[in-house]
């Protein structure tokens, strides 16, 4: 998709034809890379994100709004008390880059009314939001870098603001890329001139030999090089022409890629370029960021489970220690035993093992410094610091079994999860468990997320997604002659069927086992065992962790995991 200048100046004109004398209600930070302005022009209220996320660089207007934190970050609170209830002046872009300006009639620290400039560089990794006061100094900058050896640049508050630097032909340098393209020696025409002028994409490229009708050849006469030129001038002043026709490609509700114009016959033309992006970036973001949200989790619960495990085979190498500690007692009472034989420098005493049947000589080693009721002391010392340790570790092992069993059944959930209020929940579950750390601040009210539900010949079948909602499903929803489903010594989901009075038909029964299985860690196996019984029947276990449960009285029906979409109730 080409997020080059071409499309960032429409775009500019588009938000400052919209925008323009616009007032900023509210401002926001949904992500820690991405903020929300609310701004009421021209009668209508609009929302404009803008993000500076590496792998997504963006700003236009959205109908999407998200979950903002309770506690607001510094950045978005310096925004807020500068910008609430400033005016937009105007819009425009900044050395003819990915670069927008959003220029604000604002408030300094005395209340007075002063200009301030809230820019948007949307460059990759090096994308970056900042406030710049009328003298042109940084305010703040949500990205802060001392200095960068690639872009020569500092961005700190206090500092200058100065525009990265640029080694390619600016855009509206007609002159230079004349010359730059009667050095063309062959190959690729959209890769060079891509190669020779700021700003511009493959596509972007392809699109204006498109329309100077230039194939790739040896070299470029005059008439080709100012057919592309004008073209390129076509191109860049787009907007507010006939030509300017924003639109996706792909199906609308399924958008991969937007332009300003047609870039191919598939192109579907959209209402505004802001919803095109909209439609393509906007998507993409829900995507990417429910994928790192996911990953992040795995990571630490990968990091838990790694760690847990490290502690367990700690402590079955040290309960293997403690393996001579009979030994080491026996030793001490043969010392004590033949303590008139052994004397005081002795380095071993060789006396007979009664405790064998043959009672055969045994060398015990000792040490020459102690007298032998003291190295028969020694020995019984290691035995009783043994025997502790035993004790101990044995105890620290069924701990770590019982949490390392627990934190399995936390593995599907994170995967099931596909809501933020689901992913919420996992993260909870793994802040109690200790894989996550605790967040400071004010506590958050959660809104539970709902099981998944399907309907089978009239019978209702909830699906829980993780612990939580497994044991609310089972123990707060479920009624007592409603039916359990689980997988057998498998972690997976809870399934309820509820009967509401009525006998459960064996088909309802087998597809409610088949959905346990498919939401299961068991769900890429052939055949599945699941275990089915009456919610009476089943309590829960005396660890008392969320969704731990024993049950008795079941029946067992062996099935092939199958998520049964035909039946889900959508929401």
Known sequence: MPSDYVTIKALTLELASILTSGKIDKIYMPEKDEISLSIRAKGNNN????????????????????????????????????LTGGIIRSISNLGEDRIIAISV????????????????????????????????????????????????????????????????????????????LQKFQG??????????????????AQKILDMAHVDDADALDDKQISALTEALYRLLNVYGTSDYCPCVRGAVDDATDFFVTPYSIDDVPVESLNRAIELTEGRKDQVDRHADKI????????????????????????????????????????????????????????VPDYYEPDCPLLTIPLDSRLSPQANAQAYYKKYAKLKRTQEIVSKQIAELQDLLQYADTIAPSILLARSDDEIAEVAKELQELGALKQTNGKK?????????????????????????????????????????????????????????????????????CEIAAYYSQATQSPSVECDYTLRKNVKRHPCGKPAMVVYTDFSSALVTPNAHTEYQIKK
């Not at 539970?448 to 929803?477: H, M, R, Y």
Request: with cysteine; proline share 5%.
């Open 47 to 82: 929302l404009l994100a803008i993000s500076c996320n590496p792998s997504n660089p963006r700003i236009h207007l959205t109908s999407a709004k998200k979950d903002n934190p309770m506690v607001a970050p510094s950045f978005c609170m310096h925004l807020r008390k500068h």
């Open 105 to 180: 009639c604002g408030h300094n620290e005395m209340r007075d009314e002063t200009i301030f400039t809230l820019i948007a560089e949307m460059m990759g990794r090096y994308s970056n939001i900042l406030l710049v006061n009328e003298k042109g100094t940084i305010t703040d900058t949500l990205k802060q870098v001392p200095y960068d050896a690639v872009t020569k640049r500092c961005l700190l508050p206090g500092a200058k603001y100065s525009l990265p630097p640029q080694s390619k032909i600016l855009p509206s340098d007609v002159e230079a890329i004349t010359q730059a």
């Open 187 to 204: 190959g690729s025409v959209a890769s060079y001139m891509c190669a020779q002028i700021a700003g511009l994409s493959r596509l972007s």
């Open 295 to 350: 990953k992040f989790l795995l990571k630490a619960y990968s990091a838990f489970i790694n760690k847990n495990q490290k502690k367990m085979s700690v402590c079955a190498s040290r309960l293997r220690e403690c393996d001579n500690m009979e030994r080491y007692k026996k030793m001490g009472e043969l010392i004590t035993c033949n303590i008139y034989n052994i004397n005081k420098g002795d380095e071993s005493a060789v």
């Open 444 to 512: 958050v009210k959660e809104k539970p997320s709902s099981p998944l539900a399907f309907e089978v010949n009239d019978f209702v079948i909830l699906v829980g997604k993780n612990n939580l909602q497994n044991d609310k499903l089972t123990f707060k929803v479920a009624s007592g002659n409603d039916t359990w489903v689980h997988t057998k010594n498998v972690h997976g989901s809870h399934t309820i069927i509820f009967a509401e009075g009525r006998s459960i038909p064996n088909e309802v029964i087998t597809i409610a």
